[in-house]
């Protein structure tokens, strides 16, 4: 059974950072890119970063670029978003998402884990 | 990026059928067979409905298709149950190989 799970989500005041990581299970990691998707309260999904299965290839929202970094560890299984310099706007849940085998679309999700920029 | 364009609201009663449009541009739907559908019950997360413009996932119920026309993708549910109100999204790849969601539509169940 495929299994996506985020942790690292937290309270953090504006300026400061977070690390995101998400602990994949149940099929090879390593073949799959994958991607954090994010929903402020009571808003719709934004894609935020995507990147390739061997880490070659990295995108990134406007919104995030320059300030927000995505990773992988295909020997953990695990994927990273190193988010810095987080704003009020960046409060949101983040989803990481796998890519379907070769399309576009995201074919499993985890939980989420809430992130919250406050003073 | 800008979002793509979902209605905030669609209705419809137990039996009926209904249709949520996603409109984008020649950069993302229009240009690309990528288009996909997600429903998402409160507090939960999104399910794909929809992939690849009109294709359904194994286990995903065949009330629920998928088309396109230029930029305009539509998901259409027929048969509609009490199980189908929750939020369902669009998304499409981009031409700067990056990814873009509708602003979602709520639909209600009456």
């Known amino acids: 059974e495929v299994q996506l799970v985020e942790s690292g989500g937290g309270l953090v005041q504006p300026g400061g950072s977070l690390r995101l990581s998400c602990a994949a299970s149940?099929?090879?990691?390593?073949?799959?890119?994958m991607n954090w998707v994010r929903q402020a309260p009571g808003k719709g999904l934004e894609w935020v970063s995507y990147?390739?299965?061997?880490?070659?290839?990295?995108y990134y929202a406007d919104s995030v670029k320059g300030r927000f970094t995505i990773s992988r560890d295909n020997a953990k299984n695990s994927l990273y978003l190193q988010m810095n310099s987080l704003r009020a706007e960046d409060t949101a849940v983040y989803y990481c998402?796998?890519?379907?085998?070769?399309?576009?679309?995201?074919?499993?999700w985890g939980q989420g884990t809430l992130v919250t920029v406050s003073s | 990026q800008s979002a793509l364009t979902q209605p905030a609201s669609v209705s419809g009663s137990p039996g009926q059928s209904i249709t949520i449009s996603c409109t984008g541009t020649?950069?993302?739907?229009?240009?690309?067979?990528?288009v996909s559908w997600y429903q998402q019950h409160p507090g939960k997360a999104p399910k794909l409905m929809i992939y690849?413009?009109?294709n359904r996932p194994s286990g995903v119920s065949n009330r629920f298709s998928g088309s396109k026309s230029g930029n305009t993708a539509s998901l259409t549910i027929s048969g509609l149950q009490a199980e189908d109100e929750a939020d369902y999204y669009c998304?499409?790849?981009?031409?700067?190989?990056?990814?873009?969601f509708g602003g979602g539509t709520k639909l209600t169940v009456l």
């Open positions: 998402a796998r890519d379907s085998s070769y399309s576009y679309d995201f074919d499993y």
């Open positions: 149940g099929f090879t990691f390593s073949s799959y890119e």
């Open positions: 990147i390739s299965s061997s880490g070659s290839t990295i």
């Open positions: 020649s950069s993302d739907v229009g240009g690309y067979n990528y």
């Open positions: 690849e413009v009109s």
């Open positions: 998304s499409s790849y981009t031409s700067s190989s990056r990814k873009v």
